[in-house]
């Protein structure tokens, strides 16, 4: 974030390209934002995948010791006191949720345990 924002400071160029001739520093903070948030988009959405990836990592390897029915009765009971989602459009998940829904960690554990 900061590294496009230094970009932007003082890049006479970006205020050009939008139509403005002043310089200010909440000219460029406010381009800032603007450039910024397609950035932040994709950025947000890696990063969420790797959480979700490392998340099935670690079921996979409490499965691989020998833990995968207390595994799932201990996520039913954390959900349950947790009230979390279900199920959750894929879409919408993968955007904005760190952990995978319960149904989805529950199928993968299954998954694992019969390889």
């Given at each position: 974030?900061f590294?496009?924002?230094?970009?932007?400071?003082?890049?006479?160029?970006?205020?050009?390209?939008?139509?403005?001739?002043?310089?200010?520093?909440?000219?460029?903070?406010?381009?800032?934002?603007?450039?910024y948030l397609?950035?932040?988009f994709?950025?947000?959405?890696?990063?969420m995948?790797?959480?979700?990836?490392?998340?099935?990592q670690?079921?996979?390897?409490?499965?691989?010791?020998?833990?995968?029915?207390?595994?799932?009765?201990?996520?039913?009971?954390?959900f349950?006191?947790?009230?979390?989602?279900?199920v959750?459009?894929?879409l919408?998940?993968?955007l904005?949720?760190?952990?995978?829904?319960?149904?989805?960690?529950?199928?993968?554990?299954?998954?694992?345990?019969?390889?």
């Open positions: 974030m590294t496009c924002f230094a970009f932007t400071l003082g890049n006479k160029g970006i205020i050009e390209s939008f139509g403005f001739d002043n310089q200010s520093n909440f000219l460029y903070l406010f381009l800032f934002m603007k450039l397609p950035v932040r994709i950025v947000d959405f890696v990063m995948h790797a959480i979700r990836r490392a998340e099935y670690a079921d996979a390897f409490a499965v691989t010791h020998n833990h995968g029915q207390a595994l799932k009765d201990g996520l039913v009971n954390l349950k006191r947790n009230k979390g989602p279900l959750a459009d894929p919408y998940s993968a904005n949720h760190s952990h995978p829904t319960l149904i989805e960690r529950l199928h993968a554990i299954d998954d694992t345990i019969k390889n």
